[in-house]
């Protein structure tokens, strides 16, 4: 996969990018990631890319010029799923990063100033929200996309460290995890843990799972009963 990220500010992106489970999979050409600042498109002479709003108010608007130019200059753009991230945009889950680590190339814009010019949505297919909140730009959200859809590329984790029971994959919270020692201060490790009884282990983890999210996402909880009377 190929994942090309516009932004302004590509310190944001670089050093964390390298690091990790991403920079590893990087170094072993798993993904590739290119960080292009699109301030470089700007045709004004002082490399602005941000202008006051037409009707006024405050703050300033991303322009469409410099981010459609340095859209057209990557390669393959054509094909690529391009998107924008925004607070405005489709609230970021689970089964969407799975839809997204299948894709060929993501171009990935981060938008910045108080907003950007409605216009450049028409150059993207989709917008993508990672919460119900507002950052000062898209480049810690495009980070979060990135990283969790690059982990469920195959082979960027460990062989045995399955994705399959991550929390929110089959729509329920994952069960709680202990290790080394069995007690401490008091808390002991369930017995069932120590039984080496691998069906019980399963049963009990299913139910685990089942609990903690009945009890902490109630929303998830009900999906997941309404899935199982399905016949
Ligand atoms: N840019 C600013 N806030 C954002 C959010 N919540 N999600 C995605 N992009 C953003």
Not at 102 to 129: N, P, Q, V
Not at 178 to 184: D, I, W
Request: with cysteine; aromatic share 8%.
């Amino acid at each position: 996969m190929k994942i090309t990220v516009l932004t302004l500010f590509p310190d944001m992106i670089t050093p964390v990018i390298g690091q990790s489970i991403i920079g590893r999979a990087r170094y072993e050409n798993k993904i590739q990631i290119d960080v292009i600042d699109y301030r470089a498109y700007s045709l004004n002479k002082h490399q602005k890319v941000d202008d006051a709003p037409y009707g006024g108010g405050a703050g300033m608007v991303l322009q469409v010029e410099p981010v459609v130019r340095a859209l057209r200059a990557i390669e393959g753009h054509e094909k690529a799923l391009k998107i924008l991230m925004t607070p405005q945009g489709e609230p970021y889950s689970q089964p969407r990063a799975q839809a997204l680590s299948k894709a060929d190339h993501l171009i990935i814009l981060c938008g910045h100033y108080e907003g950007f010019d409605e216009r450049i949505r028409a150059y993207f297919d989709t917008e993508i929200s990672i919460g119900d909140y507002v950052l000062t730009g898209g480049e810690v959200a495009a980070l979060v996309l990135i990283d969790s859809t690059i982990r469920l590329i195959p082979g960027v984790l460990n062989k045995d460290a399955s994705h399959e029971e991550d929390s929110f994959s089959d729509g329920l919270l994952e069960y709680p995890h202990y290790t080394r020692p069995p007690t401490f201060e008091g808390q002991s490790v369930p017995e069932v843990l120590l039984s080496g009884h691998h069906q019980a282990i399963a049963s009990y983890r299913r139910a685990e799972s089942i609990k903690r999210t009945r009890k902490r996402r109630p929303d998830l909880y009900e999906s997941y009963v309404k899935r199982q009377k399905k016949p």
